[in-house]
């Protein structure tokens, strides 16, 4: 079992920053590969960024290549994710996941935290 709680996220002006943060719980957290999405009204949830149990490989939604940076930190069981030149798009619910192996899909995580608001204006 694994239990995630977001954080970080706020309202925020385009171009800007933002680090979403992930604390994890349970003791197979560093055997997990560890997700972010993201859910806009309306919309279904997006892949954001993805990185294995090692840290070593990560991957990117299309959207986000370039400007998202997701990270681990598995003596602190923490997850983060790094966003630059956020743009008014980026704005929806975002999701921390947990899931046996690297993947792209919704149903390919396991454990989800509660989500945090990212609002971007223009």
């Known amino acids: 079992q694994v239990q995630l709680v977001e954080s970080g996220g706020g309202l925020v002006q385009a171009g800007g920053s933002l680090r979403l943060s992930c604390a994890a719980s349970g003791r197979s957290f560093s055997s997990y590969t560890m997700g972010w999405f993201r859910q806009a009204p309306g919309k279904e949830r997006e892949f954001v960024a993805t990185?294995?149990?090692?840290?070593?490989?990560?991957y990117y939604g299309e959207s986000v290549k370039g400007r998202f940076t997701i990270s681990r930190d598995n003596a602190e069981k923490m997850v983060y994710l790094q966003m630059t030149n956020l743009k008014p798009e980026d704005t929806a619910v975002y999701y921390c996941?947990?899931?046996?192996?690297?993947?792209?899909?919704?149903?390919?995580?396991?454990?989800w935290g509660q989500g945090t608001q990212v609002t971007v204006s223009s």
């Open positions: 990185v294995s149990w090692s840290g070593d490989d990560t």
């Open positions: 996941a947990a899931g046996p192996t690297t993947g792209w899909a919704t149903d390919e995580y396991e454990y």
